[in-house]
């Protein structure tokens, strides 16, 4: 017959050299596991270094694109506006020419009524145009001689008007947005 154990009797394992007491084992695990903490530790360290690293680059990144951008803006800015300034520039032969047609009052007056409103008209469409785009007329006549705004061509002696006087217009000059595109062509007294 076999033996019964009693429950009150514990049974004895003995300890092999391979199986280290409950203690150790803990002890190893608590080790381990600390280990582990360390590690992870420093990976996460290291990802939050290269998270602000790519956080800086992105920043620095934008930084140079809106900069970029604002300098692309301007330089269209600055190309429209000098494109803007060379058609304005071809077309004040076509307001001199204009003016040099109508100068000449007799002459004028004396052209089919039909043809003189037609091409009146015209230029008037062009002075609209120009108008549009800031341009106006410089009309310095009876003015105090500017050389910022007009080009003296001649000086004559007039003794009704100050000295430094335009006396009279031989070609106008054009202004746009307070900037002078033409000086005007002027005579100049000298008395």
């Known amino acids: 017959m076999k033996e019964e154990k009693h429950l009150d009797e514990e049974e004895f394992i003995p300890e092999t050299e391979d199986q280290a007491p409950p203690e150790l084992e803990l002890e190893e ?6 280990d582990k903490m360390k590690a992870l530790r420093e990976k996460l360290k ?10 800086e680059n992105l920043q620095r990144t934008k930084a140079d694109f809106l900069n970029s951008k ?30 040099m047609a109508m100068a000449n009052k007799e002459a004028w007056e004396a052209v089919d009524k039909n043809w003189r409103v037609g091409v009146e008209g015209i230029h008037a469409q062009l002075k609209n145009i120009l108008t549009m785009h ?3 007329e410089i009309h310095p006549e009876g003015e105090v001689f500017d050389p910022e705004r007009h080009e003296a061509m001649k000086i004559e002696e007039n003794a009704d008007a100050p000295k430094d006087t335009v ?9 746009r947005n307070g900037t002078i595109i033409r000086p005007a062509k002027v005579i100049i007294s000298n008395s």
Do not use: N, W
């Not at 695990?29 to 600390?34: I, T, Y």
């Not at 006396?167 to 202004?175: D, F, N, R, S, T």
């Open 46 to 55: 290291v990802c939050e270094e290269e998270k602000m690293q790519h956080l």
């Open 70 to 99: 604002k300098r692309l803006e301007e330089q269209l800015s600055r190309d429209t506006e000098r494109i803007t300034e060379g058609f304005i520039q071809d077309l004040l032969p076509l307001c001199d020419s204009f003016t």
């Open 167 to 175: 006396l009279k217009v031989i070609q106008y000059g054009y202004e």
């Open 134 to 136: 800031g341009v106006t």
């Open 29 to 34: 695990e608590e080790a381990q596991s600390g």
